[in-house]
């Protein structure tokens, strides 16, 4: 499944640094979605877009930016980030966030925070 | 809440055999989503089968199948005929609303 890619595939990254994770569809879909995945632990939902617009922020700390500047792209801005936000992150994208449509998944971001 | 429990870490199979996994749910909803989702090495989370809860009628998607028992909130996965290839994660999942919510997951190995 190639309609959902995220880049980098892996970033290594300072606590002091700032860098952005990028997702894009190709899909046509209205709703896009951030993940984390850590060993061990559930996926867990960080924030859910419709329209380009936020819907869903699942407490998730400030260090954590998201942009969605339009339905296909979505960006997660880290700045600041604790070793412990080392995690796959997982972008997603569906129809729209409604429960039938189905979520199509990237292929992660692998981050490490030094 | 709603969550979601795979009780089986790790399960093993050997090619050409059938292997079941096994997922149960807490929900009080009457209307809702169940998903299987298969994370190969290469990390791209697939979509293996769904459920709509108001379908009493079993999914089906090639070699995979599920036993969807709503009054006992469980919804396993079962692959017939398993493949090199099926090696993976599995993810069972829920979704009412527009969270989806995952379990912890199943390591599927492969056995030639």
């Known amino acids: 499944e190639t309609g959902v890619t995220q880049t980098p595939r892996h970033l290594v990254m300072g606590m002091t640094n700032k860098k952005s994770l990028k997702c894009e569809q190709h899909l046509g879909h209205n709703a896009m979605y951030w993940y984390k995945q850590s060993a061990k632990k559930p996926l867990e939902l960080m924030f859910v877009y419709n329209f380009k617009e936020q819907t869903e922020n699942n407490s998730v700390p400030s260090r954590f930016s998201p942009e969605c500047p339009n339905s296909s792209h979505l960006f997660l801005h880290l700045h600041t980030l604790q070793p412990e936000d080392s995690a796959l992150y997982l972008c997603?994208?569906?129809?729209?966030?409604?429960?039938?449509?189905?979520?199509?998944f990237g292929p992660g971001t692998r981050l490490t925070v030094l | 809440a709603q969550t979601v429990t795979q009780s089986q870490p790790e399960m093993s199979v050997q090619e050409a055999e059938t292997v079941t996994l096994s997922c149960t749910y807490d929900?009080?909803?009457?209307?809702?989503?169940l998903f299987w989702y298969k994370q190969p090495p290469s990390r791209q989370m697939i979509l293996v089968i769904r459920?709509?809860?108001?379908?009493?009628q079993n999914a089906t998607e090639n070699r995979f199948s599920v036993n969807f028992q709503k009054a006992a909130k469980s919804f396993s996965l079962k692959i017939s005929d398993s493949q090199l290839g099926d090696a993976a994660m599995y993810f069972c999942?829920?979704?009412?609303?527009?969270?989806?919510?995952f379990g912890t997951g199943t390591r599927l190995q492969v056995f030639p």
């Open positions: 997603a994208s569906s129809q729209t966030p409604a429960a039938p449509d189905t979520q199509y």
């Open positions: 999942a829920y979704r009412y609303t527009d969270k989806l919510i």
């Open positions: 459920q709509e809860a108001y379908k009493q």
């Open positions: 929900t009080s909803e009457s209307d809702y989503y």
